[in-house]
């Protein structure tokens, strides 16, 4: 996946994840980001890495998300890798 393409489907996550008030409330906390910034922020590479970390953590996210955006499941992981810091080793 190109870096270009896995911020598009950061994007789509971020769309997604704003129509449920709960996530996003947990999200925004993890992230000691404000409603106000996220349009600002949703353009930083970096941000978008750890909003896909954040829809890693949680499989039932994931999935519901994946099965709204009509994407494999394995698409997230793959964005995540091709954004700032996805080459990272994980160490779990």
Not at 58 to 76: K, N, Q, T
């Amino acid at each position: 996946m190109t870096p270009d393409a896995a911020e598009t489907l950061a994007l789509e996550a971020l769309a997604w994840l704003a129509s449920d008030e709960e996530a996003l409330t947990a999200f925004l906390a993890a992230a000691g980001a404000g409603p106000a910034e996220l349009r600002s922020r949703a353009a930083d590479p970096e941000f978008l890495g750890f909003l896909m970390d954040f829809m890693l953590m949680d499989e039932d996210r994931l999935v519901a998300f994946c099965d709204a955006a009509g994407r494999p499941y394995d698409a997230p992981m793959r964005a995540r890798a091709a954004l700032p810091g996805g080459d990272l080793p994980h160490w779990t």
